[in-house]
């Protein structure tokens, strides 16, 4: 791929709306623009990196037996009266009249209609357990939208519904996403600390969150140094029965807790019989006795993983990300090829990394040396391999790996051979 | 994959709601679902064909050089202004205030958006040409949705735009895009034939929709039987000046011109510097003067794609899938197996299959033989692999192609090599 084929428009400055290093290196990098307080384009960079992340949750998913749909946005007020939500909810639910004067709700989640969608269908406890998500857009009108695509109006999440006859299945299949979630967060390059919840509008009986530690996190965690206990502060709180502050003791160890800022990047909730009990969800046993189905829901900020990604994995140049999400896993720059003979060669050596595998991107720019090197160091793609004069003379390129301090020359016989190895 | 492991609810019955061939089948079939007037859930088959339709999109986008973005839905009316729709579209545009009292469009298109994300960024002729595409939900309040998701509230468009410095640039990537959208189409299993069409709301100077004839067709075409000229019906009574009727004669060569019912699935339009000049999209060129933007817009209904698909592929018992788009290409259907030692052989032939990449579902309910052979035909799987008692007794499985009227007998030792070849 050629810098001049895709759009890719870096900022020297920070602009003035950017509050926190994720925010700024998102629009510096030309990974996302405002379009209004709130919502945000992704460019084609930001776009890639965000299939990564939609690639890793999807093989997740399907992995632990969780199927795709897709469900509207657009949802009747009706459901929402049916399961109480439609007063619960506040102002940060969107809500208007059709054209037929209808009351329409956009979607700020979708208990309400996936277990109308088993309503009817799902007959039996042999139709039982079913297990779907969809990864789709999300209405929030936040009253103060911030940190750019961290608390925005409009975002991308994964949320996942578990349908079972019983409770033991129910923890069974929690456990279970419980394991994916952790798996699709090391695959992302993110260290999360999954903490007790509090389960709020969405109801239920147990919930957790997890938890990226960044110091620009809106959120506040209580973790005990002795017993691993972690706990969001309100959960704690509750828990206690006191205000939390540094030091309160551990409710299991009694050791001393730490506060700690953090990321909330996905939340998953035992829901039980609220939705289901409420909106006629309801199977027969063995004994053909009527029961509501037993739920959970699992969610994922999608478009929040990159922010919480580049918060945890960056320095004073830019970001740095992890291959597994890097919009493309190497930069190939050439400077100043005065021999006629070598022309080609960067786009030979493009030609190459791509026909293996390796997704690349060719500054084909006519920008400065300076320009590039720091677009390049910007972007923060994990391998950088520099053309030259000088790295011709020696048949070779020099590569460099973001975050790494010292450049090798790998001969062109070995490059591709090296390259793969990291990408 | 089992049958069990998913979620299929398959209908004997057609539903009242549905009017037509595709709508029928793709809710008996256990596709889609409604949930209110013009909005759908697509269920696990219906995704699956939806994700097929999407990667191809996908493919020949990224072939021709168009990069993938993600636009917000939500837009401020402010940009509506400035270009003028905000009086001249309908009440079809979904209008509200947002909690600050900022009047919000839930967006039907994206030309203001994308226009107004290069303002300022693209400066000179040197950043031109740039193509951009997303796929995304768009919202648009139809006074009478129907037809399933063929005419919808909440749809799925592919939508691409370019950028060039003149008008001849303009021609070749129009050109370039009718060809994706050729090869797009045909991918599909679609047979489309591309007409003159108005280029209404939009604006611009030229443009084409690609049709697919269909008995249910909202729309009417007119082809001239003589030298191919096709337009749509109104372009064709706007460029004639007369009510076009059957037999009116082709402005091209004078011939009889037949009239055709057809589902519009693509509409490109040049759009020239309707939105440019409007919003201040404007670049250098060579000799330094500022000029705006030359524009292309390239749409294909996504969600449009399945239902046109199935209404040229259908037959009584269900639907006829392509395989590229099938949500499986094949299915394997074990009937009454009583030796205990070939158990295990549908998962090992579903295991064997799916190892060399051919996607299969295993048909592991506890129902009868016939309601699984209807199943089969219903959803449409290319290829029905049945394994029994019989076929066992001949190391066989009995292999059937749907649409072809004899089943074949297949040893078991060739069984994955004559399925990959149709697969």
Chains 1, 2 share one sequence.
């Not at 129910?170 to 999954?194: D, Q, S």
């Not at 994995?313 to 919009?327: F, N, R, T």
């Amino acid at each position: 791929m050629r810098w001049s084929e895709t759009y890719i428009p870096t900022l020297k400055e920070t602009p003035a709306e950017a509050e926190i290093a994720s925010h700024r290196l998102m629009l510096r990098a030309g990974l996302i623009r405002k379009l209004a307080a709130g919502t945000y384009s992704y460019l084609p960079l930001g776009m890639r990196s965000l299939a990564k992340v939609t690639a890793i949750i999807r093989e997740e998913m399907e992995a632990a037996s969780v199927r795709e749909v897709l469900l509207p946005a657009l949802q009747p007020a009706e459901l929402w009266k049916r399961s109480g939500r439609w007063e619960t909810m506040g102002p940060e639910m969107i809500r208007f009249k059709n054209r037929h004067g209808r009351d329409t709700v956009l979607g700020p989640t979708h208990e309400e209609v996936i277990t109308d969608l088993l309503v009817g269908e799902v007959r039996s406890y042999r139709d039982l357990p079913k297990n779907l998500y969809q990864i789709q857009t999300k209405f929030r009108d936040e009253p103060r939208p911030r940190f750019g695509v961290i608390r925005s109006c409009e975002f991308l999440m994964k949320d996942a519904y578990s349908f079972d006859r019983d409770a033991e299945a129910l923890e069974k299949r929690y456990r279970r996403m419980f394991e994916a979630y952790e798996t699709i967060f090391k695959r992302c390059g993110l260290n999360t600390i999954p903490v007790e919840a509090d389960t709020g509008v969405m109801g239920g009986d147990d919930s957790h969150e997890f938890m990226v530690p960044a110091g620009s996190g809106e959120d506040t965690i209580v973790q005990c140094a002795g017993c691993g206990y972690a706990a969001s502060k309100d959960r704690a709180a509750k828990k206690l029965g006191v205000e939390i502050q540094e030091g309160v003791a551990c409710p299991k160890c009694k050791k001393g807790m730490k506060l700690l800022p953090a990321i909330e990047v996905g939340h998953i909730f035992k829901l039980g019989t609220k939705y289901s009990a409420a909106l006629g969800a309801a199977f027969l046993d063995e004994a053909g006795q009527s029961k509501p189905i037993i739920m959970g829901c699992y969610g994922i900020g999608v478009t929040r993983l990159l922010p919480a990604i580049i918060e945890t994995h960056h320095d004073e140049a830019g970001i740095l990300w992890p291959v597994s999400v890097a919009p493309y896993p190497a930069v190939i720059v050439p400077l100043k090829i005065s021999d006629p003979a070598q022309a080609g060669l960067p786009e030979q050596v493009e030609r190459e990394l791509t026909e293996a595998g390796v997704e690349c991107l060719l500054d084909d720019r006519e920008v400065s040396a300076g320009v590039k090197m720091k677009d390049a160091d910007l972007i923060g793609f994990p391998i950088r391999i520099l053309l030259s004069d000088k790295t011709l003379q020696k048949n070779s390129a020099e590569v460099k790996f973001r975050g790494e301090a010292e450049a090798t020359l790998v001969p062109l016989t070995e490059l591709l051979q090296q390259v793969k190895k990291r990408a």
